[in-house]
């Protein structure tokens, strides 16, 4: 839904972090069915454990989404 008012209002873009190989072709496959590809992108990154604050949380691995040269942090 938000790539395609990316597509209607002519400006910005998706990035879709998935952590499952199965739903990440899956909405890679939704995504081209609706021709939004040029709105969107979905990059596979496992979740793996992150130290914050001394505390441990799932998030998905940042080595992962640092390969898509296409984000701008």
């Not at 072709?25 to 609706?34: G, L, T």
């Not at 990154?45 to 949380?57: F, M, W």
Request: hydrophobic share 35%.
């Amino acid at each position: 839904m938000l790539a395609r008012c990316c597509q209607m209002n002519g400006v910005g873009h998706l990035y879709s972090l998935e952590n499952g190989a199965d739903y990440a072709e899956k909405s890679r496959s939704e995504i081209a069915r609706y021709e939004l590809s040029e709105y969107a992108d979905v990059i596979d990154a496992p979740l793996e454990t992150s130290d914050v604050g001394g505390d441990p949380y799932q998030w998905y691995a940042q080595a992962d989404i640092l390969k898509h040269q296409s984000i701008c942090w």
